[in-house]
């Protein structure tokens, strides 16, 4: 097939971890296929995020948390039909859902395609992997998986075998990368985060949507003096009021500055500022998953076994801690001593 012909669109609707984790297949697809147009699907909530990913042609945003809750009101049908005939404005030679879910399946099923275009997904279930089997039967192709898989490698390999990519079969892929440009890049210019200049920044990713994710606030505490007192500006990003009260009480006990405490805007503006810190030390959460993809130092914290289902693939700069159970405070700061060294 031409790589001039080839438009392929990419299904996957949440969550931050799991979209952020599929965004490799971008730039797989481009570099066997350098003028193919990929588009992507996904929640309104982190369209802003896709939106800054190099190689992307356009974000359909599916608003499907918020249409649910009033599918009957004139505004919701009204947005539902705008997405429809938005999808169908183009005819695309590969549909592929990366979620595997009945609702990701259904919206891929939205899209036109050309006459010898397919539909494609996941043959059967990954461990640790969310899946639902009818998905199979619902589009044209249903890839085979492998049982324990990485999550960035079960959507890259989904892709490169629904293309057919001669990498695809290989037991060891290449590390993923993900270009991005953000808005304020000077000229429009792609920002290769691999090159961006360090800056004394670290953020603590502290908080959690799971109660057995969380790290203990002493050892938080413990962990922002340390990076203080190496002259590093902390950080404390939070997302609601749960999240605001643990960043206040770390920031008041450590003595930080009351400019430590960040509550993020939209993603595209959260993932600019984190493409430029010095590193990221957090919970195994969706802002971790993009500080790999951001390529920065960092050092994720596992409190369940799920480091080879979704620990960081980026190299000596990236290190996973913990697993079984929570690591203690000295495992981690070991662990970010070693990540600056890489």
Known sequence: MSDQALKVLI?????????????PVV??????????????VTEEAFA?????????????????????????????????????QALQADAFNAVIDCQGLIKSALMARQARLTPTGFTATYANASELCS?????????????????RVHAVERSRRLVGRALQLPWAQDAALSPPQVLWRFPSDVQGTVL????????????????????????????WVELAKRLQAQGHRVVLPFFGEREMQRAQAVASLAGLPPDSLFAPGPLN????RMAHTYGVIGL?????????????????????????RAGPQGGLHQKAVGGEQ????DEVWQAWTQVCQA
């Open 284 to 308: 195994d959460t969706g802002l971790s998953h993009l500080a790999v993809a951001l390529n920065r130092r960092h050092v994720q914290l596992f409190s369940q076994p799920r480091i080879h």
């Open 269 to 272: 503006v959260l993932a600019e």
């Open 326 to 329: 929570a690591p203690t405070l």
């Open 131 to 147: 899946y639902e089997w009818p998905v199979r039967w619902l589009l044209k192709r249903a890839i085979p998986m492998e049982r």
């Open 27 to 40: 730039h797989d697809v481009l570099q066997a296929y350098p003028n193919a147009q990929v588009d992507w």
């Open 192 to 219: 290769n985060v691999r090159a961006a200049p360090a800056a004394s920044e670290v953020w603590l990713i502290h908080g959690t949507t799971r109660p057995d994710n969380e790290w203990p606030l002493a050892y």
């Open 48 to 84: 802003p995020l896709v939106q800054c990913v190099q190689g992307i042609r356009h974000v359909h945003v599916a608003a499907q948390r918020r249409w649910r809750k009033a599918w009957w009101t004139p505004e919701v049908r009204a947005e539902w039909h705008a997405f429809q």
């Open 11 to 23: 299904v996957r609707l949440s969550s931050l971890g799991d979209v952020v984790q599929s965004l």
